[in-house]
Protein backbone atom coordinates (compact mmCIF):
# COMPACT_ATOMS: atom_id res chain seq x y z
CA UNK A 1 0.00 0.00 0.00
CA UNK A 2 0.84 3.49 -1.09
CA UNK A 3 0.92 6.45 1.66
CA UNK A 4 1.79 9.95 -0.18
CA UNK A 5 1.94 12.47 2.31
CA UNK A 6 2.11 16.62 1.24
CA UNK A 7 3.81 18.32 3.97
CA UNK A 8 6.23 21.23 5.12
CA UNK A 9 7.86 19.19 7.24
CA UNK A 10 8.68 15.78 5.21
CA UNK A 11 11.69 15.16 7.46
CA UNK A 12 9.33 14.99 10.28
CA UNK A 13 6.88 11.83 8.29
CA UNK A 14 9.81 10.31 7.23
CA UNK A 15 11.65 9.66 10.75
CA UNK A 16 8.69 8.05 12.16
CA UNK A 17 8.19 5.94 9.34
CA UNK A 18 11.66 4.50 8.89
CA UNK A 19 11.12 3.23 12.72
CA UNK A 20 9.57 0.30 14.22
CA UNK A 21 6.78 -1.78 12.64
CA UNK A 22 6.55 0.45 10.10
CA UNK A 23 10.06 0.46 9.06
CA UNK A 24 9.92 -3.04 8.66
CA UNK A 25 7.00 -3.08 7.06
CA UNK A 26 8.87 -0.85 4.20
CA UNK A 27 11.81 -2.93 3.95
CA UNK A 28 9.45 -5.88 3.46
CA UNK A 29 7.44 -4.16 0.64
CA UNK A 30 4.51 -4.33 2.35
CA UNK A 31 3.43 -0.49 2.49
CA UNK A 32 5.61 2.82 0.76
CA UNK A 33 5.50 5.80 2.82
CA UNK A 34 6.28 8.87 0.46
CA UNK A 35 6.42 12.65 2.31
CA UNK A 36 6.44 14.96 -0.46
CA UNK A 37 7.75 18.48 0.34
CA UNK A 38 5.51 21.16 -0.77
CA UNK A 39 7.94 23.99 0.09
CA UNK A 40 9.81 23.41 -3.84
CA UNK A 41 6.23 24.15 -4.92
CA UNK A 42 5.88 27.61 -3.48
CA UNK A 43 6.03 30.98 -5.70
CA UNK A 44 9.42 32.83 -6.15
CA UNK A 45 12.34 32.63 -5.16
CA UNK A 46 11.78 32.02 -1.44
CA UNK A 47 8.77 29.48 -2.65
CA UNK A 48 6.09 30.93 -0.71
CA UNK A 49 3.28 28.57 0.13
CA UNK A 50 1.21 30.95 2.85
CA UNK A 51 -0.47 34.10 2.48
CA UNK A 52 -2.31 36.39 4.79
CA UNK A 53 -6.27 35.84 4.86
CA UNK A 54 -8.59 37.79 2.67
CA UNK A 55 -11.12 39.64 4.94
CA UNK A 56 -8.33 39.98 7.44
CA UNK A 57 -7.67 37.84 10.55
CA UNK A 58 -4.66 36.56 12.17
CA UNK A 59 -2.52 33.77 11.21
CA UNK A 60 -1.55 32.72 7.70
CA UNK A 61 -3.57 30.44 5.16
CA UNK A 62 -1.69 27.91 2.88
CA UNK A 63 -2.19 28.86 -0.90
CA UNK A 64 -4.11 26.53 -3.27
CA UNK A 65 -1.12 26.77 -5.97
CA UNK A 66 1.60 25.29 -3.88
CA UNK A 67 -0.97 22.28 -3.15
CA UNK A 68 -2.38 21.78 -6.15
CA UNK A 69 1.28 21.90 -7.82
CA UNK A 70 2.31 19.44 -5.48
CA UNK A 71 -0.56 16.96 -5.77
CA UNK A 72 -0.66 17.04 -9.28
CA UNK A 73 3.27 16.14 -9.47
CA UNK A 74 2.26 12.51 -8.18
CA UNK A 75 2.46 9.52 -10.09
CA UNK A 76 -1.30 9.47 -11.08
CA UNK A 77 -1.33 5.13 -10.05
CA UNK A 78 -2.57 3.78 -8.66
CA UNK A 79 -5.18 5.73 -8.03
CA UNK A 80 -6.29 6.76 -4.06
CA UNK A 81 -8.52 9.15 -2.38
CA UNK A 82 -6.99 12.75 -1.70
CA UNK A 83 -7.39 13.58 2.43
CA UNK A 84 -7.20 16.45 4.24
CA UNK A 85 -6.25 16.39 7.87
CA UNK A 86 -8.51 18.64 9.15
CA UNK A 87 -10.92 19.14 12.11
CA UNK A 88 -13.79 19.35 10.29
CA UNK A 89 -13.08 16.38 8.90
CA UNK A 90 -15.50 13.01 9.98
CA UNK A 91 -13.93 11.15 12.96
CA UNK A 92 -11.06 8.66 12.18
CA UNK A 93 -11.22 5.55 14.06
CA UNK A 94 -10.71 1.91 13.44
CA UNK A 95 -13.79 1.52 11.39
CA UNK A 96 -11.96 3.79 9.09
CA UNK A 97 -9.14 2.36 9.38
CA UNK A 98 -10.28 -0.52 8.40
CA UNK A 99 -12.64 1.02 5.55
CA UNK A 100 -8.98 2.67 4.12
CA UNK A 101 -7.12 -0.27 4.40
CA UNK A 102 -8.89 -1.48 1.24
CA UNK A 103 -7.29 0.45 -1.05
CA UNK A 104 -4.27 0.45 -2.81
CA UNK A 105 -3.05 4.27 -1.86
CA UNK A 106 -3.78 7.39 0.41
CA UNK A 107 -2.41 10.71 -0.17
CA UNK A 108 -2.70 12.68 3.13
CA UNK A 109 -2.45 16.59 2.73
CA UNK A 110 -0.89 18.25 6.33
CA UNK A 111 -2.33 21.79 6.58
CA UNK A 112 -0.40 24.03 8.22
CA UNK A 113 -1.08 28.07 10.10
CA UNK A 114 -4.40 28.68 10.00
CA UNK A 115 -5.61 25.91 7.17
CA UNK A 116 -5.82 25.81 3.55
CA UNK A 117 -7.28 27.97 0.99
CA UNK A 118 -10.66 27.03 0.06
CA UNK A 119 -10.29 26.34 -3.46
CA UNK A 120 -7.86 23.75 -3.01
CA UNK A 121 -10.26 21.58 -0.88
CA UNK A 122 -12.78 22.09 -3.29
CA UNK A 123 -10.63 21.51 -6.30
CA UNK A 124 -8.90 18.85 -5.11
CA UNK A 125 -9.76 17.00 -1.92
CA UNK A 126 -11.97 13.55 -1.52
CA UNK A 127 -12.30 13.13 1.85
CA UNK A 128 -11.29 15.03 5.02
CA UNK A 129 -9.94 12.85 8.89
CA UNK A 130 -10.03 14.35 12.12
CA UNK A 131 -8.21 12.83 14.58
CA UNK A 132 -10.55 14.40 17.81
CA UNK A 133 -11.68 17.25 18.99
CA UNK A 134 -8.48 19.42 19.47
CA UNK A 135 -5.70 21.45 17.53
CA UNK A 136 -2.39 20.73 16.88
CA UNK A 137 -0.03 22.64 15.14
CA UNK A 138 -0.03 20.44 11.13
CA UNK A 139 -1.50 17.71 10.40
CA UNK A 140 1.48 15.47 10.09
CA UNK A 141 1.21 13.92 13.49
CA UNK A 142 -2.59 13.36 12.37
CA UNK A 143 -1.43 12.04 8.85
CA UNK A 144 1.11 9.49 10.46
CA UNK A 145 -1.68 8.26 13.01
CA UNK A 146 -3.92 7.74 9.92
CA UNK A 147 -0.55 5.64 8.50
CA UNK A 148 0.14 4.35 11.57
CA UNK A 149 -3.06 2.27 12.44
CA UNK A 150 -4.59 1.52 8.41
CA UNK A 151 -0.95 -0.26 8.40
CA UNK A 152 -1.30 -2.42 10.65
CA UNK A 153 -4.69 -3.76 9.26
CA UNK A 154 -2.44 -4.50 6.00
CA UNK A 155 -1.42 -8.31 5.81
CA UNK A 156 1.90 -9.11 6.76
CA UNK A 157 2.63 -6.05 8.64
CA UNK A 158 2.10 -7.34 11.99
CA UNK A 159 4.54 -10.10 13.79
CA UNK A 160 1.17 -11.98 14.56
CA UNK A 161 -1.74 -12.20 12.03
CA UNK A 162 -4.06 -12.19 15.24
CA UNK A 163 -2.21 -8.96 16.65
CA UNK A 164 -4.31 -6.59 14.93
CA UNK A 165 -7.50 -8.50 15.12
CA UNK A 166 -7.14 -8.49 19.64
CA UNK A 167 -6.48 -4.72 19.40
CA UNK A 168 -8.94 -2.60 21.11
CA UNK A 169 -11.60 -0.93 19.05
CA UNK A 170 -10.66 -4.12 16.76
CA UNK A 171 -14.49 -5.70 18.06
CA UNK A 172 -15.78 -2.43 19.35
CA UNK A 173 -14.38 -3.24 22.95
CA UNK A 174 -11.22 -2.20 24.85
CA UNK A 175 -8.49 -4.25 25.03
CA UNK A 176 -8.45 -6.50 28.17
CA UNK A 177 -5.01 -6.01 30.60
CA UNK A 178 -1.74 -7.27 29.99
CA UNK A 179 1.41 -8.90 31.97
CA UNK A 180 4.58 -10.09 31.82
CA UNK A 181 7.34 -11.15 33.76
CA UNK A 182 7.46 -11.05 36.96
CA UNK A 183 4.92 -12.41 38.36
CA UNK A 184 4.61 -10.27 41.01
CA UNK A 185 5.63 -6.35 40.78
CA UNK A 186 6.38 -4.09 43.75
CA UNK A 187 3.25 -6.33 45.58
CA UNK A 188 1.16 -6.47 42.74
CA UNK A 189 0.55 -10.29 41.38
CA UNK A 190 0.00 -11.01 38.26
CA UNK A 191 -3.90 -12.97 37.82
CA UNK A 192 -3.48 -16.56 38.67
CA UNK A 193 -5.07 -17.40 35.23
CA UNK A 194 -2.65 -15.99 33.31
CA UNK A 195 -0.17 -18.60 34.78
CA UNK A 196 -2.47 -21.70 35.28
CA UNK A 197 -1.99 -22.31 30.95
CA UNK A 198 -5.63 -23.31 30.32
CA UNK A 199 -6.38 -21.06 26.96
CA UNK A 200 -9.92 -21.58 27.48
CA UNK A 201 -9.87 -20.09 31.13
CA UNK A 202 -7.26 -16.97 29.84
CA UNK A 203 -9.41 -16.29 26.79
CA UNK A 204 -13.11 -16.22 29.34
CA UNK A 205 -11.19 -14.08 31.51
CA UNK A 206 -9.52 -11.91 28.84
CA UNK A 207 -13.09 -11.43 27.31
CA UNK A 208 -14.67 -10.28 30.93
CA UNK A 209 -11.64 -8.01 31.52
CA UNK A 210 -12.36 -6.58 28.00
CA UNK A 211 -15.81 -5.95 28.66
CA UNK A 212 -15.88 -4.78 31.96
CA UNK A 213 -12.96 -2.60 31.13
CA UNK A 214 -15.52 -0.65 28.16
CA UNK A 215 -17.87 -0.40 30.74
CA UNK A 216 -15.66 1.85 33.38
CA UNK A 217 -14.26 3.67 30.80
CA UNK A 218 -15.97 3.54 27.65
CA UNK A 219 -19.55 2.79 28.08
CA UNK A 220 -20.61 4.52 24.58
CA UNK A 221 -18.86 1.88 22.88
CA UNK A 222 -20.10 -0.95 24.73
CA UNK A 223 -23.59 0.61 23.83
CA UNK A 224 -23.20 0.28 20.22
CA UNK A 225 -21.25 -3.10 20.48
CA UNK A 226 -22.89 -6.13 19.54
CA UNK A 227 -23.19 -8.38 23.02
CA UNK A 228 -23.82 -12.19 23.20
CA UNK A 229 -25.32 -14.02 25.71
CA UNK A 230 -22.23 -15.57 27.33
CA UNK A 231 -20.78 -11.55 26.86
CA UNK A 232 -23.64 -10.30 28.74
CA UNK A 233 -23.15 -13.05 31.63
CA UNK A 234 -19.68 -11.89 32.06
CA UNK A 235 -20.64 -8.82 32.93
CA UNK A 236 -22.69 -9.44 34.71
CA UNK A 237 -20.11 -11.77 37.08
CA UNK A 238 -17.61 -8.48 36.73
CA UNK A 239 -19.11 -6.52 39.36
CA UNK A 240 -17.23 -2.46 39.21
CA UNK A 241 -13.82 -1.61 38.45
CA UNK A 242 -12.32 -2.88 40.96
CA UNK A 243 -12.13 -6.32 39.61
CA UNK A 244 -10.44 -4.84 36.63
CA UNK A 245 -6.68 -6.53 36.44
Known amino acids: MIFDILTLLPEVCQAYAQASILGRAQKAGLIAVRPLDVRPFGLGRHHVVDDTPYGGGCGMVMMAGPLCAALESLEPEPAGPVILLSPQGRRFDQAVAEELARLPRLILVCGRYEGVDERFRRLKVDDELSVGDFVISGGELAALCVVDAVSRLLP????????????????????????????????????????????????????????????ARRPDLLAKARLSETDLALLDEVADQDNIG
Open 156 to 215: GVLGSEDSAASDSFADGLLEHPHYTRPAVFRGLETPEVLLGGNHALIARWRRAQSLARTR
